[in-house]
């Protein structure tokens, strides 16, 4: 009761500020998600993809006649921390956000943004609730948790052949629902759960929980969570002397674990995008963020894609106002990096793209 109470006096707060103040010369872009803490390095490709697009625009005059400008904060992967931000964006006067990262801290911060009519692109997200609620102001470019949890439960259950498996998650938003999504679809298709378990989302000894894995029977493991743990989870579960496969997601997916995995790196199948390295529309955005920023990261591509489906939808309407510019990203499609972009009614992706990937040679590689 008392965060709605604090929300609406926020949202007071906003309009009586705003009001009274003459109009802005810029548009106002909010930039929200993980910078720092165990998500920092996968959070911080999404801000500087985003950056890249913003400037883009800005070097060609803006939208609208008026040049953008950003405004970033950082959640800290926290829901309570992501509600803060969501409030002090909003007070500040964004017309749209792009962001939040993790499911946890989309969720609750959607409901800021939309009371205040804000404009909500997600470039990570894959929980299906964020989505569910009939948020018509909010968007995402990413896949889902129950299809990319689908996905991998097919991959096991299939190719794989694996008829017993334990699922361990971290009991976030984002880990614990594509647990739960690729237990459904894996019990669905005939296989046995043998263990599932979630663990605190700092623990990094998992040995006695692998103990448990081993002492279960299972034939693969399955991970919702990042790459901060997964990482360790990986290293200690092949000095246990055990070879079944690892499987996990797009949480995943950041050199980091194939630096910490190092020589342990084996049978592992992650979820995740297209590759983007190979996509026709991604080689000038890349040679510019490699130049700027080194190696990208996964969401580089999508903080970059998000911000281009926003702003072009904003000059196609030709306003900053909610309800039209959600409308126009609603019924259109966008050329992006990854190809053509259009969404659902309840702003999914219209097409779902996950495929398998796998490490080789020290590299991410799609498996197919």
Known sequence: MK??????????????????QKPSD??????????TGPDGQIGSTMFYGSQIAIEEWNEKGGVLSK????????????????????????????????????SGCTIPS???????????????????????????SLFRIVGRDDQQGSCAAEFVSG????????????????????????????EQMGGTVVLFDGLGAEDLDFRATLSAVANAGAEALFWGGMYGQAAPM??????????????????????????TAGAHASEVYLTFGPDYKTAQGSKAFLD??????????????????????????????????????????????FTTTLGDISFDDKGDLAKSYYILWTVRDGKFTPLN
């Open 3 to 20: 965060a709605l109470t604090l929300t609406a006096a926020v949202g007071l707060a906003s309009l009586l500020i705003f009001g009274c």
């Open 26 to 35: 810029t548009i106002k872009i909010g930039l929200a998600g993980v910078q």
């Open 159 to 186: 190719t794989l052949a694996k008829q017993k498996v334990a699922v361990l998650h971290n009991k976030t938003a984002y880990g614990q629902g594509l647990a739960e999504e690729f237990k459904k679809t894996y």
């Open 288 to 333: 510019k963020y490699r130049k700027r920023f080194g190696e990208e990261g996964p969401y580089s591509v999508y903080g970059y894609d998000a911000v281009n489906i926003l702003l072009s939808a904003i000059e196609k309407a030709g306003t900053t106002d909610s309800d039209k510019v959600a409308e126009t990203i609603r019924s259109g499609t």
């Open 234 to 259: 990986l290293v200690q579960l092949r000095s246990s002397g055990s070879a079944i496969p690892f499987i996990s997601g797009d949480g995943s997916i950041v050199p980091e674990f194939i630096s």
């Open 110 to 136: 959607s409901e800021i943004y939309s009371q205040n009519k804000v404009i909500q692109i997600t470039p990570g997200s894959t929980n299906p609730t964020v989505t569910e609620r009939g948020i018509r």
């Open 67 to 102: 040049k953008i400008e950003a405004i970033s904060r950082d959640d800290e992967a926290k829901p309570q921390q992501a509600v803060a931000v969501a409030q002090e964006l909003v007070a500040s006067g964004i017309v749209a956000v792009i962001g939040h990262f993790n």
